[in-house]
Nanobody, 125 residues
């Protein structure tokens, strides 16, 4: 069983920054693909960013590319999402996810096995 706990969300003004963290339990973290998704009010959950097992490969949704950075520290069993130049469209609940089966880049919800409880990010305009 893997537990994922997000932190670092909150309220920020447009143009500001936040860094989300996701602490993972489990001894296989360093071999697992990780990802971030988000769900805006009234919308379906969507892919934000993904990172492979080593952190050497990353992939972003077009809407966040150039503004968000995903990274990981395998020694701390933690994945991060640095969010810069935030705008109102970035408002939503952010979820981290872990893929226990694969180590590469995964961009679909069904590829992930475990999910955090989600954390609210609100960007005021």
């Amino acid at each position: 069983q893997v537990q994922l706990v997000e932190s670092g969300g909150g309220l920020v003004q447009a143009g500001g920054s936040l860094r989300l963290s996701c602490a993972a339990s489990g001894r296989t973290f360093s071999r697992n693909a990780m990802g971030w998704f988000r769900q805006a009010p009234g919308k379906e959950r969507e892919f934000v960013a993904a990172i492979n097992w080593s952190g050497g490969s990353t992939y972003y949704a077009g809407s966040v590319k150039g503004r968000f950075t995903i990274s990981r520290d395998n020694a701390k069993n933690t994945v991060y999402l640095q969010m810069n130049s935030l705008n109102a469209e970035d408002t939503g609940i952010y979820y981290c996810a872990s893929d226990q089966q694969r180590a590469g880049i995964m961009t679909h919800e069904y590829e992930y096995d475990y999910w955090g409880q989600g954390i609210q990010v609100t960007v005021s305009s």
